[in-house]
């Protein structure tokens, strides 16, 4: 049931809502950056902002830059590594056999 009141869905005393209430916006700049897809994204900056390099692409969330032409390369991916293979980066297998014939003799009680 409707009951009629015009104010529906605001406090008594408020003013006129708008830009003249807020004030001016700040100048603002629309800067283009292109990913290596060629997806062109726009977001504005401050007037007087520092303008970044590269910017993440939010379709895809590779890198854009500046130059339509020369976009910035998508990051590299590495594959996952295991526990194991970042040991073996760092030990030999020489290094390997020497620490467990120590914990070998630790537990056989010889040290």
Not at 1 to 30: D, K, Q, T, W
Not at 57 to 76: L, Q, S, V
Not at 79 to 104: Q, W
């Amino acid at each position: 049931m409707a009951s009629g009141n015009a104010i529906r869905g605001s406090r008594v005393g408020a003013g006129p809502m708008g830009e003249a209430e807020r004030g001016e916006s700040a100048p603002r700049l629309r800067i283009s950056f292109w990913c290596s897809n060629g997806h062109e994204t726009q977001p504005s900056f401050a007037g007087d902002a520092q303008i970044p390099e590269t910017w993440d692409c939010p379709r895809c969330g590779f890198p854009a830059g500046k130059d339509r032409e020369n976009p910035p390369d998508p990051p590299r991916t590495e594959p996952y590594k295991t526990h194991l293979a970042y040991v073996r980066e760092r030990r030999s297998d020489a290094d390997g056999e020497a620490i467990l014939a120590e914990a070998l003799a630790k537990l056989r009680g010889e040290i």
